[in-house]
């Protein structure tokens, strides 16, 4: 066979050359970036009219036009900055509350950041995760009374947040902090700033995102709005420390931009970091942390082996919704989280979350949280508290299995526990017992309201109970129980708001009769507050509190029916409404509730085994039933290995 000559071959080789040397450009480079060609690609951050969604605004300037130069780089010189506060010069002025030794609003209190504490000092931090299904929402209290709101969920979860608030006494914030520009973190945040005209500061990563979610976010921040870098702080007084361990960090995965933040009060610290993925956790030290936010809603992308062993947390806090699409924690996490003895709590299967500091230890929803290695003498619900006088730390959690000698500790009213280990619970109560309850809240009267409303406490406990100085606070205002008021044992406080209306409808007269409480017939709370401002009861109706379903037409009341109880279960409709206390009398109260198992109230003949449907995690009088030892599930509260092998081993 004879080849063609070689000179022919080479001319062919050419020919196709050719062909393909016309063809390449239209698809080879079409994707490279080619500044000046309108069009946004690769690094650039601006291409002619293509800014990527920036405006001076989202910048941080207060008005003015926003161009891009010939380089491909934001042009900022068509933007005005807003003549608002200048923090530090000593001049109160935008939307400051004070500045440095301008602080006659609050002397001697004024942040760095010129806000005045929204809240009474308790020397307490108090971090809450609230329920806000499947995203972030969570409200900072400091010990010093500063308040601070890190994210909100999505567009329709902002009034749980203002709700949960004013449910713990909370009316006013100083700051609000948005981790990064996702919806479930952001889309609550505009609704939250535009109702709290009183937030000094509104602190993000400084960067943006093309969503309906983040423009609303921007307009309601206005001026108020600072970006944040690592190694900023936020002062929220003296007592306790906060600093951004991690901001924008110029990734295309917005997670990875997520604000961090530490906070560190004391011996016990909490990190809180958003969506927070790998390539975010690599890029800073967080150090030792007691109390982890678990980033990403506990997905299996983020707390990365390396990042929780440098952490080393005790207690882990997981903010997702329950059966959400996302599978929502990943299991992944929840074992590399056990594998460490670290205790989780999730919002998916608690509700609402609630840590509270006291700057050498912490509680989880009441629940003591401890370090490794620590002892505590053992406590009412600790298993042999009679007999055995100290507990120790068993992954973060204190065991209730006692050891040693105990002195028999003073009773308590009305709890179920044998605190003086005579054998007998509840026996010789002294005035120490506080189980006042709200019992009957008639807030829809036939007549005129502000003369025939009335709510009526009672006492339960087996011993006179003083209540001078205590507080009723409802959406709108608060009310103080006068000096010198006292209840009897089993007896009932009628508090009306008229002495006359009163009288006139329901035949006597209340034993108090100048409250002022607005108590809505659209929905409204009532807090029960001591004195010195502890909450000791909440109730909410028609829906003012999520999961407070409980609702009176008019002319009727709602009256408690389980005082173990904390939920709209535990209350009903009473029909009509009629004081069982006033002019000189007390009835007996409603019966308690039946036995019912499935109906969610621990009856007093249940217990956690005979229905943990309804008794398990219910702490209220019965400690006792906080487990269920023996039904195969190792409970998040009160089981361990230690404390209950069959179930945890």
Known sequence: MRLPPRSVALSSLLSAMTVVLILAPASAFAGKPSCGNGTLDKKEKCDGAALGGQTCQSRGYESGTLACSASCN????????????????????????????????????????????ASSPTGQLEVHMVDVGQGDGIVVISPDGFVMVVDA????????????????????????????????????????????????????????????????????VGARRVGVSAGDTIDMGPQMQVQVMHSHMGSSNENDNSVVLRLDFGANSVLLGGDCEEACEQSFIPGNVQIYKVHHHGSKTSSTAPFLDTMQPYTALISAGPANQYGHPHQETLDALAARNVSVFGTYAVGNIAVVSNGAS?????????????????????????????????????????????????????????EDCDG????????????????????????????????????????????????????????????????AAGAWLTIGRNAAGFEALYGKQPDLSTM?????????????????????????????????????????????????????????????????????????????????????????????LSCAADCIGRTGGKPANRFCCGNGVCETVGESASTCSADCG
């Open 74 to 117: 934001f042009d900022e010189s068509g933007c005005v900055s807003a003549p608002t506060a200048a923090c530090g010069n000593n001049v109160v002025d935008g939307f400051e509350e004070c500045d440095g030794s301008s602080d006659s609003a609050c002397p001697g209190k004024c942040s760095a950041n010129c806000a005045c504490p």
């Open 153 to 220: 969920g999505t567009n329709t979860r902002a009034q749980i947040i203002d709700d949960y608030l004013a449910s713990i006494g909370i009316f006013g914030i100083d700051y609000t902090v948005v981790s990064h520009m996702d919806s479930d973190h952001v889309g609550g945040l505009d609704g939250i700033i535009t109702r709290h005209g009183e937030a000094v500061a509104c602190f993000d990563h400084g960067g943006s995102k093309t969503t309906n979610e983040y423009q609303e976010y921007i307009t309601a």
């Open 362 to 418: 912490y509680t989880v929803n009441t629940t003591p949280v401890c370090t490794e290695g620590q002892t505590r003498v053992c406590g009412d619900s600790d298993i042999g508290a009679c007999q055995k006088g100290t507990t120790g730390c068993d992954g973060g959690m204190w065991s209730t299995m006692c050891s040693g000698e105990v002195s028999p500790a003073t009773e308590i009213c009305d709890n179920g526990i044998d």
């Open 424 to 487: 007998v619970a509840d026996n010789g109560c002294g005035a120490t017992g506080t189980s006042i309850v709200i019992a009957q809240v008639a807030y829809d009267t036939p007549g005129t309201d502000s003369i025939e409303e009335f709510v009526e406490l009672f006492n339960p406990t087996g011993a006179a109970i003083d209540v001078s100085g205590w507080q009723l606070a409802d959406g709108a205002g608060t009310w103080n129980i006068p000096a010198g008021t006292t209840i």
């Open 516 to 608: 002022s409480l607005s108590l809505n017939n659209g929905g409204d709370q009532l807090l029960l507050r001591d004195s010195v401002g502890a909450t000791i009861d909440f109730v909410a109706w028609e829906g003012f509190a999520e999961g407070w379903t409980v609702t009176a037409t008019t002319g009727n009341s709602i009256e408690r029916i389980d005082y173990n109880g904390d939920s709209s279960s535990a209350w009903q409709v009473k029909s009509p409404a009629s004081p069982y206390g006033g002019g000189g009398t007390t009835e007996p109260p409603p019966p308690p509730p039946a036995d019912n198992c499935g109906d969610g109230i621990c009856g007093e003949g249940e217990d956690c």
